[in-house]
């Protein structure tokens, strides 16, 4: 038996989708979705501003991408040490 909550994150996740991408008056809508075409199309547009330009209160009202562009810069490279046999 499986727990509550393990589906969570789908359901979420679903829900933002239903609620922004296929609602009525949607942004991501240009007319009815008639063709699978449509909802494909539709379906990328929201998929490509959910994963590199929405807001997320968790990371400072930044747009992912540009989080993680940010996360990389401050990184230092790391290099092995190099030893003297």
């Known amino acids: ?3 509550a909550f393990d589906n969570a994150l789908a359901e979420s996740t679903i829900g933002l989708f239903k609620t922004e991408a296929v609602a009525s ?11 699978i075409d449509d909802v494909e199309y ?13 807001l997320h209160s968790r990371l400072g009202h930044v747009p ?13 490279p790391t290099r ?3 030893t003297q046999p």
């Open 1 to 3: 038996m499986q727990a």
């Open 25 to 35: 008056g949607s942004l991501f809508l240009t007319g009815p979705l008639r063709t």
């Open 42 to 54: 539709t379906t990328m547009e929201w998929v490509d501003w959910y994963n590199n330009r929405r």
């Open 64 to 76: 992912p991408e540009e989080y993680e562009a940010a996360y990389y810069a401050q990184q230092r």
């Open 80 to 82: 092995p040490a190099i």
